[in-house]
């Protein structure tokens, strides 16, 4: 079944390790819409999962994303098969499809909403100054951990209405439940995630006097007259501290590199930050490509760009790959602020699963560079990024910087 070299799998970390992966995703597109590829060995699968079939072109990942009814998400989003009790604790909404999606879709949706995001603003940019203005002085540092360091986790802890003090604890352990996917520790972990998620619920309950908080618009918005019972509400509260953070630190981390490959680009935009913010967060975003994946499963024999897929074949749709789709997008590989459209699927392809949290994803990487450049306006990368080696999110370590100190 395998029709390409295991270095040229991108499931497997050694993908990863290559000096230029994106090279090896452009052999792909022009080789051929659908690739077969074996699956790596795992906890669950010591002799390797069934394998899976990887689409890698723009127009191929935006026709399965948009086709729920055939690419379903229900039998989970990760690469390796799970249990169906542990694609309910890993994904919650993300792993469901069809009317429940839909109707799970339409509850939440009443609570995080554009306005909800933009009342959010001030606290965005107190958390934004905080973290620059710890080593301004310093003239250098590691912009990942010293300067990004926690802002996505306190913007969404603030959003849920985390207790301050029990933020550094839920970080730790969405970081495990991140970092060691697909182990015993992981599935841990989320289960902690969920069960303090379920007593801040219950306390949100009795506190009904506070009818502006996030947890307790949860509990009373309606869809036909159904409602979020606790542990739906938990599931998907960690789903938002799994999905809303690392997303996030890497659109920054990654941004600031793109910017210090293209400085044309970064002048332009810190000599206009306001009318190029909504169109250079979109071009980072395609860019970057935070989310390198997600993975659906065909409910029935069908086929992708004329490659027969039968019936409960894992399809994995390749975001990293479709960005930098030179037939979609011209000079894929440049970062280019002057695009006249935003053509990318680092949100997802379209579908009823689109990331539902763009809005704030956007806003944060916004508020955060006017933030960097009014304070530190020349920083600049000042080593090589050190890269972690994901299949799944195309983050960094560790990025040196420096800048006159402020
Ligand atoms: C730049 C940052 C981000 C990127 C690149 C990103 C990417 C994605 C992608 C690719 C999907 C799946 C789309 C699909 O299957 O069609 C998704 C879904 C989702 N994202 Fe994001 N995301 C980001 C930030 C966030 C943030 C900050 C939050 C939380 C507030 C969030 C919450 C979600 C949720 C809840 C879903 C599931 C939606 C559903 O199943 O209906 N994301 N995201």
């Given amino acids: 079944m395998e029709d390409i070299a295991q270095t040229d799998n991108p ?10 992966p994106e090279s090896a995703f452009a052999d792909m597109r022009r080789e051929k819409a659908v690739h077969w590829h074996d699956e790596p060995k795992s906890a669950w699968f010591p002799d390797g999962g069934r394998g899976f079939w990887s689409v890698v072109r723009y127009e191929d990942v935006v026709e399965v994303s948009r086709d729920q009814e055939t690419f379903t998400s229900e039998y989970g989003t990760e690469i390796v098969d799970m249990t169906p009790e542990m694609v309910h604790i890993f994904g919650g909404m993300l792993n469901m499809s069809g009317t429940a999606h839909a109707h799970h879709r339409a509850i939440v949706n009443r609570v995080l909403t554009p306005r909800s995001v933009e009342a959010l603003g001030d606290t965005i940019r107190d958390h934004a100054r905080r973290c620059i203005d710890r080593v301004a002085a310093q003239g250098s540092c590691d912009f990942m951990q010293d300067i990004v360091g926690d802002f996505p986790a306190q913007i969404i802890c603030e959003l849920l209405g985390v207790p301050v003090d029990d933020r550094a604890r839920l970080v730790s352990l969405t970081g495990v439940a991140l970092s060691a996917y ?8 989320m289960l902690e995630i969920i069960a303090y998620a379920e007593q801040l619920t219950a306390r949100a309950r009795e506190q009904v006097s506070d009818s502006a908080s996030f947890l307790r618009k949860l509990l009373t918005a309606q869809v ?13 509260f960690a789903l938002l501290v799994t999905a ?8 920054i981390g990654q941004g600031m590199y793109a910017l210090s490959l293209y400085p044309e680009q970064r002048r332009r935009w810190q000599d206009d930050f306001q009318r190029l913010a909504p169109r250079a967060v979109e071009e980072i975003v395609r860019w970057v490509s935070p989310v390198r994946h997600f993975r659906r499963t065909a409910t029935r024999d069908t086929e992708i760009a004329g490659q027969p897929i039968a019936k409960g074949d894992k399809v994995v749709l390749w975001y990293s790959s479709a960005n930098r789709d030179e037939s979609a997008v011209e000079r894929a590989w440049e970062l280019d602020f002057a695009r006249a459209e935003d053509r990318h699927v680092a949100f997802g392809g379209g579908g009823p699963h689109f990331c539902l949290g763009a809005v704030l994803a956007r806003k944060e990487m916004t508020v955060f560079f006017e933030e960097l450049f009014a304070r530190l306006p020349d920083i600049e990368v000042s080593g090589e990024p050190e890269r972690l080696h994901s299949n799944f999110v195309n983050g960094l370590a560790a990025l040196p910087v420096r800048y006159t100190p402020a």
């Fill in 11 to 20: 499931a497997l970390p050694e993908f990863w390790l290559r000096k230029d």
């Fill in 182 to 189: 697909g182990t015993a520790e992981a599935y841990q972990a």
């Fill in 224 to 236: 036909d007259g159904e409602r979020m019972s606790d542990h739906e509400i938990a599931v998907f």
């Fill in 244 to 251: 809303g953070i690392e997303t996030t630190a890497t659109s």
